[in-house]
């Protein structure tokens, strides 16, 4: 008797725990979502997303969005070019969750007519006037060829906390060099292309070091590390 009271438990919870996802999917397809749980990951330096704006974002681009399927609020959320990754599912309270991850910009590449940024990964992010992060401009004759040589040397000065306080724009000349400016003191760097990296800003910190300092930071105009092994500079 026991044994036969426990299987009837059981076919009655299962009954019960069927019948509510049926109601859910129901309650899902037939009535308005409710956007209250939304996640926003990733966004505690730069607030790109936020829950009204996700919620903006998607009635104006979905048309009849209280009758859109998760599926279709997804895919739709993939398509924002700020948001990097997404999670959309529906609860058996029929509320729909959102989780997603934003992408953060490492440099904003400015300059008429061209104002966007590049994350990381060296995807391209519209300017937004949600919201503006303090980071290194780059600017000039820049091309999507560019792109991921500039994340390249951006990515090496912001992982360094002496270069990234040192380094505010990066700049393209039309002979593809890129040349770097500095916070304190009036001259140029010229690092031409990404190759040794590492090499290039050795010999720089130790040109700071030896020569900058006790000669002073303005009595130069250039300073070319595009050669091997040797700073090349040219006094004003």
């Known amino acids: 008797m026991y044994v036969v009271l426990n ?14 996802l049926v109601f859910a999917n129901t309650k899902q397809k037939q009535e308005a979502y409710f956007l209250d749980n939304i996640e926003v990951s ?3 330096t730069n607030r790109f997303l936020h829950k009204d704006l996700i919620k903006s974002y998607l009635s104006n681009e979905i048309e009849n969005f209280n009758q859109t399927t998760v599926a279709k609020l997804e895919a739709k959320l993939t398509e ?10 529906a609860g058996l309270d029929g509320k729909t ?10 440099v904003r590449v400015k300059g008429a007519p061209l104002d966007y940024y590049l994350d ?8 937004s006037k949600e919201y503006t992060p303090r980071l290194i401009v780059a600017g000039g004759y820049v091309s999507e060829d560019h792109h991921s040589d500039l994340v390249k040397i951006i990515s090496f000065i912001t992982n360094d906390k002496f270069w990234n306080s040192q380094i505010i724009q990066v700049y393209i000349d039309k002979n593809q060099d890129f040349i770097l400016t500095p ?8 690092l031409g292309d990404t190759d040794y990296l590492n090499d290039k800003f050795n010999k720089l910190f130790l040109f700071y070091k030896n020569v900058l300092k006790l000669k002073g930071w303005n009595n130069y105009s250039e300073i070319n590390l595009k050669f091997n092994n040797q700073i090349v500079c040219t006094k004003k």
């Open 7 to 20: 299987i009837l438990k059981w076919i009655v919870v299962v009954y019960i725990f069927g019948t509510m």
């Open 42 to 44: 990733n966004n505690v």
């Open 80 to 89: 924002h070019p700020i948001v990097k990754d997404v999670e959309v599912f």
């Open 97 to 106: 969750n959102i989780r997603l991850e934003q992408r953060n910009p490492i």
């Open 120 to 127: 990381k990964e060296a995807y391209k992010m519209p300017w």
């Open 183 to 190: 916070r304190v003191g009036d001259y140029k760097i010229i």
